[in-house]
């Protein structure tokens, strides 16, 4: 009897646990609806998405090179976070000895532990003027810089969680192929490495997320300029707008109801980008 109350009072409590997080998303969700519709609606939302002109002073919100440059910048940190993610993952699953293994992993585990802050300070500081000295730029704090920080932060998710997938791909998967006259590495790469493709399309999800919502640390080396986006120009991301501005918009004006908007845009685009790559997680485990 004792033990049946005792399951019951634990499943009321996950249960609540469940609908108080999706409480929180429906209410974050409202919030921003709220909040960011009226600047949409004055602005227009065509003027809002494809304007080019960013210009508090003369109550000009286009968010276009926001959007171009965040998609840009994720899609370049992927580009380059992704492969490396990857060897690293099947050279810590599958080819390194036990106590290297271990000592990567916990320079991983290091890295993923490191504040936001503390990224940016190092590029500011490292990365940042060697840019600008090895492409002879005016300025080194550039979109390229940006990447290149990204890159580094998304890697801990994506090492971790593609090579605990990959530890999971049963062994019987590995020896069948080795048996047929495959090699060690034709065996990771070809067999294990699709046997865990779930595992890794989920690592690219949270790491996707962590490069879009990305703020403090691209704010200190992207140069927090307007620009329509190239490698190397001083950008703005979606975050980084509002992270610059939002602390002296005033209360009330429209420049602080378009940067909730630019909230509201980034929230949609986060969701996109996720339920996208879930669709071809779903896809590929069925496949």
Do not use: H
């Not at 590029?123 to 580094?152: D, E, H, N, R």
């Not at 790559?277 to 496949?287: D, F, H, T, V």
């Amino acid at each position: 009897m004792k033990k049946k109350v005792l399951e019951n009072i634990v499943k009321w409590i996950f249960l609540l646990c469940g609908i108080a997080a999706v409480g929180f998303v429906l209410c974050i969700c409202l919030y921003l609806v709220i909040s960011g519709v009226p600047a949409i609606r004055e602005i227009g939302l065509w003027n809002f998405l494809f304007g080019e002109t960013w210009n508090a002073p003369t109550n000009e919100f286009g968010i276009l090179p926001f959007i171009l440059t965040s998609i840009y910048g994720t899609a370049g940190a992927l580009l380059l976070g992704v492969p490396l993610g990857l060897f690293t993952a099947v050279f810590l699953a599958k080819a390194a000895p036990p106590r290297i293994a271990a000592a990567a992993r916990s320079c991983v585990a290091l890295l993923a532990g490191i504040p936001s802050v503390v990224y940016g300070l190092v590029g500011m500081t490292a990365l940042v003027p060697f840019v600008q000295k090895t492409f002879s730029l005016s300025s080194g704090a550039c979109l390229f810089t940006a990447i290149l920080v990204l890159t580094v932060m998304i890697l801990p998710y994506i090492v971790s969680v593609s090579e605990t997938a990959l530890r999971a791909v049963p062994r019987e998967y590995e020896e069948a192929s080795l048996a047929l006259g495959a090699t060690k590495a034709e065996t990771w790469f070809l067999v294990s490495l699709k046997a865990a493709k779930s595992g890794v399309i989920a690592s690219v999800i949270q790491g996707t997320g962590r490069a879009v919502g990305e703020a403090m640390a691209i704010l200190m080396v992207a140069g927090n300029v307007a620009n329509m986006p190239s490698l190397f120009a001083s950008v703005r991301f979606l975050t980084t707008a509002i992270v610059s501005e939002m602390s002296y918009a005033a209360y009330g004006s429209l420049q602080r109801d378009a940067l909730f908007s630019v909230g509201l845009v980034l929230f949609l685009f986060i969701l996109l980008i996720n339920a996208a790559l879930r669709l071809l997680s779903e896809r590929s485990a069925k496949a």
